[in-house]
């Protein structure tokens, strides 16, 4: 299974401070220090370019660090690195585990759980801890998509968005307080037949009075387009919480990816009751919401969103439109929306959305196929997956992996940042170029005096050159010369040594 780099980085900080012997020299170091400086200052083994845990056996060009073949190797060579320092550990294993499995897939859905709370008697007996004005069967509908129930949306969740889309009902997430809940089941009782409440509700402490936590529920009705639930709310069940302004009571739902949201926030125990969402979810008496029907993980926003058009695109406008996008910039690309307009996306992936390794719950009847059914899920854009429905369990995954490389397109505050960021890009590389033009005409300018300079010693050297051949041809003049003087001189010498021998001959027989 392929690794990321960054995944070998937070293991190799992990084990920074191990202490490990250099199997090439011996020394004694921490890990951080063999990495970063021993190799390659002592072994010349440089990270960029090479595996420093084998001394550069495995190596690569400049910039395909980052490749999967190489990331696994280093990967496994640190493991062996370690086993060799007597440091192993099973990081690797446990890597697949945490890179490529989302939390949420071992969510296990366990409603009305009352976090510490206790059950109050009265509030029991008005049913303010029962489901009431639910009607499962309005939810039905041919091929749909189930989930399963262990995640928390189960089989009704698809019929419920695919009803919302027909228009025909008034979609609300109301706040019913506890000692308004008995007037508010008498007045819906009357119309029964004009409203309905989702599966989908919880209690609720987190709205504080003088006296102690005042209980209320969150639902979400969906009611007929002319039906009395809006007179009735305001005339017979409305009513101010004690710290008025600081939430609203009856919320219209404005569009699906609204639904989803609601449908999300009162199926955990986040709250935003009281002003804030808190930090330690482990804490329950950090969590306002509680007695939950239909407990969500905070993810399934996600998977609601393949239930309708457009979703999965406003889930990443949510999730990163404030994003900074200054390093994205390398792997940003122009796109088209739907009027032809350009504007700027990058990869998904480049986002860090916190989606992708979330594996879609669906039921284990459903397998995805190629081939175009009646039965989908709308990922992003146009990108769809396929299901089949078959009679028997099998295990499969989908994931939101298969759309990593799908397009984001920045928001319009994203966008303008991108193009002052495009815009100061090119005036840098206008100023640069400049800057270059100006060092390519001063060192050109120095070529050609150079040349110049040159040219006029090359002249110089001719002229010696020239000189030289005069001064030799003199001296080879000289040396004829000097070689007929020599000729000369030997003839004398001959010539001399002739008469002296003749003269010695006229002297002896001048004495004899």
Request: charged letters at 30%; a positive charge.
């Amino acid at each position: 299974m392929q690794r990321s780099i960054a995944t070998f980085y937070r293991h190799l900080k992990k084990c920074s401070d191990a202490p490990i012997r250099c199997p090439q020299c011996g020394q004694r170091m921490t890990m951080d220090q063999f990495y970063h400086h021993h190799a390659s200052e002592q072994h010349g083994v440089h990270s960029r370019k090479a595996c420093v845990f084998c001394f550069g056996a495995k190596r690569w060009a400049h910039g395909e660090k980052q490749h999967p073949d190489n990331v696994k190797h280093v990967s496994e060579c640190l493991q062996r690195f370690l086993n060799d320092a007597g440091n192993a550990s099973s990081w690797m294993e446990d890597d697949e585990a945490v890179d490529d499995t989302c939390e949420c897939q071992k969510f296990q859905s366990t409603p009305h759980q009352m976090l510490g709370r206790c059950k109050e008697r009265l509030n029991a007996y008005v049913g303010f801890y029962d489901s009431v004005l639910e009607k499962p069967d309005m939810w039905r509908c041919d091929d749909p998509v189930e989930f399963t129930e262990a995640s928390g949306l189960g089989k009704d969740v698809y019929g419920i968005v695919q009803r919302y889309f027909r228009g025909d009902l008034v979609w609300f997430h109301i706040l019913v307080k506890h000692d308004a809940f008995q007037t508010f089941c008498t007045e819906m009782e009357k119309i029964r037949d004009q409203v309905v409440l989702l599966p989908f509700w919880c209690l609720c402490d987190g709205l504080v009075n003088g006296t102690g936590r005042t209980q209320h529920r969150h639902m979400i009705v969906a009611c007929e387009l002319e039906s009395a639930f809006e007179d009735v709310w305001k005339h017979k069940i409305r009513y101010e919480f004690p710290n008025r302004g600081r939430a609203k009571k009856c919320v219209k739902i404005q569009d699906a990816f609204h639904l989803a949201r609601a449908i999300v926030y009162v199926s955990q125990p986040k709250s935003s009751c009281d002003g804030k969402i808190p930090q330690m979810l482990d804490d329950s008496s950090e969590r306002s919401h509680f007695h939950i029907n239909r407990p969500l993980h905070e993810h399934s926003i996600a998977f609601l969103c393949t239930l309708f058009p457009g979703g999965i695109q406003q889930l990443l406008l949510e999730q990163n439109g404030h994003k900074n996008v200054v390093h994205w910039e390398k792997e940003s690309v122009h796109v088209r929306d739907q009027w032809y307009h350009k504007k700027w996306g990058v990869p998904i992936h480049v986002t860090g959305w916190k989606f992708l390794n979330c594996v879609i719950p669906l039921d284990r009847r459903y397998t995805p196929t190629k081939r175009h059914t009646s039965l989908y899920l709308t990922l992003h854009g146009d990108k769809k997956l396929y299901l089949e429905r078959g009679n028997r369990e099998q295990e499969m995954r989908c994931s939101f992996q298969c759309i990593r490389d799908e397009t984001y397109v920045l928001s319009r505050k994203q966008q303008h940042v991108m193009n002052e960021i495009k815009e100061m890009r090119d005036m840098v590389k206008m100023e640069q170029e400049v800057q270059w033009k100006c060092k390519v005409a001063e060192v050109t300018a120095e070529r050609d005096v150079i040349k110049m300079e040159r040219d006029v010693l090359k002249t110089e050297r001719d002229v010696l050159k020239t000189e030289r051949d005069v001064l030799k041809t003199e001296r080879d003049a000289l040396k004829t010369d000097r070689d007929v003087i020599k000729t000369e001189r030997d003839g004398l010498l001959a010539e001399i040594a002739r008469l002296k021998r003749a003269l010695m001959m006229i002297v002896t027989n001048m004495l004899m």
